[in-house]
């Protein structure tokens, strides 16, 4: 059974809680309380909830502030309306503990290249930066010549960022690369990409999966052989339909029950597809790894990171007067988007730009597409 974590504890973290506002507007929406769970049978009848279910609570923002006890302390905004709060700095996100099992210390100079504006990367990784005793400097997006200026200016050991961004980057420095060390996370790397990467930039590459709604759920350590999930939460590897636990080795959609008191996330369906094995790794942790992720459950895609919803989109052509169909592309190392409409429309790349927070490479014309779509078709997606 994918029971991925302690339920003893979860449960025993719900009885602890059981007068959160959020935690009870979760079970209410299931229909339960929490007299109702005592085991995991109990548990399975709590209703995921996800990343549209957030969006449409929080539209209403007043409404789903109501639902905590704590003031947040940063409120954002990720792509698709989605408003995130953090309540509880450090242990909320976690991030801290993959910047440690990927040997990132107070001795290193991080770079931190996700964004400090709007969405939380930025932050998620600052405060993980900090509660190392790394000394970090927030460049946040910009061009990759600037970023590699500042590398050798201040003789910077560690990148925090994307696979797209690291590669443009150490393309530039070539054979001046001060980098010892990179943790990426956003956007799948392959180990071929890895491997090439590390040999020919002599750089140590670690990969991560997690969301803005729970932080960190896994990590590599030094042996680099799946993630280990972090024990702050409890993972659940189901069906698409959620109808049953998927066998190890087998492709499932990941769902996430975050132990924090501050922010109780239970059975958080991520819509993100995996597949774990319990064989004991090489280091000797004694935790669960998933091995990759494998694309979504809908048809929403990530992007160099940024997130492009299915909701979002058709508003989005929608607002436009037309129906269209986005094609993500990989070719020569990089992801690319490209938009076929079914009409001309004036300023496109702009207007696509200005929502979604990336760069079309090419817009078409097709006037027989008569419904809207997004095409992922990346086939190193599928690769493990």
Known sequence: ????????????????????????????????ILDDIKNYDDFNKIKPINRKDLAD?????????????????RIFESPGGIFNCLFDRYDQYRFYKALEISSFGPCDIIINTF???????????????????????????????KCADIIKHIDATAFIGTKTFLRKVLEILGENNPLLKAYLIAEKITEAERKYLSEKYKI??????????????????????GMHLDNDLFVEVLSVDHSYHVKEGEIGEVLVTLLNPKYPL??????????????????????????????????????????????????????????????VVFKDGVDSLVLIINKNVHDVYEKFKERFKLSLKDVKIDEDINKNEILDKREYLKER
């Open 1 to 32: 059974m994918a029971i991925l974590g302690n339920f003893e504890e979860t449960l025993s973290f719900l009885k602890k809680n059981s007068n959160h506002p959020f935690l009870k507007f979760q079970l209410d929406r299931s229909g339960l």
């Open 57 to 73: 609570l929080s539209k209403d923002f007043k409404n789903f502030l109501s639902l905590f006890e704590d003031c947040p302390l």
């Open 266 to 327: 239970i059975r958080y369906a991520t819509g993100d597809l995996s597949k774990y094995t319990l064989e004991k790794c090489k280091c000797d942790r004694e935790i669960p790894r998933l091995l990759g992720i494998f694309g979504r459950v809908d048809n929403s895609v990530k992007v160099k990171g940024v997130f492009v919803h299915q909701w979002d989109f058709d508003e989005f052509c929608n607002n436009l007067g037309v129906n269209g169909r986005l094609e």
């Open 204 to 225: 140590d590459i670690y990969q991560g999966y997690g969301t803005a709604e729970v932080g960190l759920i896994a990590t590599e350590c030094e042996y680099k052989d």
């Open 115 to 145: 964004s400090y504006h709007l969405t939380p990367a930025g932050e998620m990784f600052e405060e993980a930066c900090e509660k190392i005793g790394a000394t970090v400097f927030p460049l946040g997006p910009t061009s990759s010549e």
